[in-house]
């Protein structure tokens, strides 16, 4: 009764990811348990992402924009996307689409409840919640375990991004709907990465958010008393109400998350190693990596693909935070290079690691090189120690 073909520990954007595309495959036969300690009935994050091709929730995004804006001290773009776009998608309505897909089907069952123990038992996994335990040929993991990410090894960089968001809503018309403000960096660094973002959802109704990529957090009221100074001084609005906030963290670092955690058990999602180290952007990975796992199943009837992640791209996102490590205040001369010097669908497919070599010279040769120079050093004597 509790014997499942597949497992799905965590029911957010990897497990509902999973279970989404597995419900749309050959294997919509197999019994499916997804379990989460959470009703997901809340709008608890947003996810956005850019990409030149469609995707399976392109039906459920909330706001689409074809231009971005970057700011900084003494430069200003603003880049028409072109064959991009820049797409949001509300955790809500995410959760609501992935959920009423999968309860039509009824080999597929949910159970709201807490995961308290894995393993693997004569070539099976046990997995004990704290009212039943259940048994399955294959168990997807995506809780985020601290207990197996040990990412302060000396080869290894790590950085917390975070960000803390309102939502506001003004009584004038103040934001222009046509772009996003992917960086301003016209704030005080203190030598870390620090930047806003603004999403604007309509004339009056914007997503306001103040992000850090550093060692630590800070109060929260440094972030507000952040972003009350941006809505003033930055976009001069004094009069709106915060209708919602949004506050996260994800890890940036270049530690090589487990993906086999059993012969039986896989790790999905940010605990899978799917944040991009340097961005954190992890939402269109998710969605690669579901599909790349269900191929595999189909096809070989287990999940373990053989990840084709370009090594160069491993090597810049070292780099890069390596220089966030040592510098984070350079960011912001490096990232206003990149943005002055190159076309902005180049960045957009570089951070999509979709350029080739002759591209990612051109990518190179764009930025202050004695950062970058100082961080391949670094690299190479960190690895040559541990040797
Ligand atoms: C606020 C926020 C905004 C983000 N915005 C973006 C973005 O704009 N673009 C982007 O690409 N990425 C973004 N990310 C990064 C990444 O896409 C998200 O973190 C994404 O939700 C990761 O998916 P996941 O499945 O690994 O984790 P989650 O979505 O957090 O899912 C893990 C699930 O496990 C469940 N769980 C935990 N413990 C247990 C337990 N003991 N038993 C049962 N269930 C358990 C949780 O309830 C949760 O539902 C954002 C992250 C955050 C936190």
Redesign the pocket.
């Known amino acids: 009764m509790n014997h499942f073909d597949y497992i799905i ?7 509902l990811s999973l279970a989404y595309q597995l419900n749309k495959s050959t294997l919509k036969n197999k019994k499916v348990l997804i ?4 009703k ?1 009935n809340k709008n ?6 850019w990409t030149d091709e469609s995707t399976a929730f392109d039906h459920i995004v909330y706001r689409s924009w074809k231009t971005i804006e970057f700011l900084s001290d003494d430069f200003t773009l603003h880049a028409p996307l072109k064959n991009f776009t820049y797409k949001m998608i509300r955790g809500i309505d995410f959760y609501q689409e992935a959920l009423s897909e999968i309860s039509q089907n009824t080999n597929f069952q949910l159970v709201n ?4 123990e894995l393993k693997e038992v004569n070539g099976k996994v046990s997995i004990k919640t704290h009212n039943q335990t259940y048994t399955a040929d294959w168990a997807f993991e ?3 375990d601290n207990s197996r990410f040990f990412p302060e090894m000396p080869q290894n960089h790590y950085l917390t991004q975070h960000f803390k968001g309102w939502i506001v809503e003004t009584q004038a018309n103040v934001f222009d709907t046509n772009k996003i403000r992917m960086f301003d960096f016209r704030t005080e660094q203190k030598q870390e990465v620090r930047f806003f973002y603004v999403l604007p959802f309509s004339d009056k109704e914007a997503l306001v958010e103040y992000t850090l990529f550093s060692k630590h957090l800070i109060a929260q009221e440094e972030y507000d008393q952040n972003l009350k100074e941006y809505l003033s001084n930055h976009l001069k609005i004094s009069n709106y109400h915060i209708k919602e906030v ?5 890890p940036m670092t270049d530690y090589k998350f487990q993906r086999k955690l059993g012969d039986r058990i896989m790790s ?4 899978g190693g ?2 991009k180290p340097s961005t ?5 990975r ?1 969605q690669q990596d579901s599909s790349k796992i269900v191929k595999s199943l189909e096809q070989k009837g287990q999940p373990f693909y053989k990840e084709d992640t370009g090594k160069q791209f491993e090597i810049y996102d070292a780099m890069i935070l390596n220089i966030m490590n040592r510098k984070g205040e350079s960011i912001k001369e490096i990232f206003t290079a990149l943005f002055k010097n190159n076309p902005i669908e180049r960045i957009l497919l570089f951070l999509n690691e979709k350029t080739n070599f002759f591209s990612d010279i051109l990518i190179m040769s764009s930025v202050p090189p004695l950062p970058f120079l100082k961080s391949i050093r670094n690299i190479f004597l960190s690895r040559s120690l541990i040797k």
């Open positions: 520990i965590g029911g957010g954007c990897a497990g379990i989460d300690k959470e997901k608890d994050r947003t996810w956005c992402f409840d807490d995961v308290i995506s809780r985020f949004e506050f996260g963290t994800i999905i999602g940010v605990g799917r944040a954190g952007y992890a939402f269109l998710i």
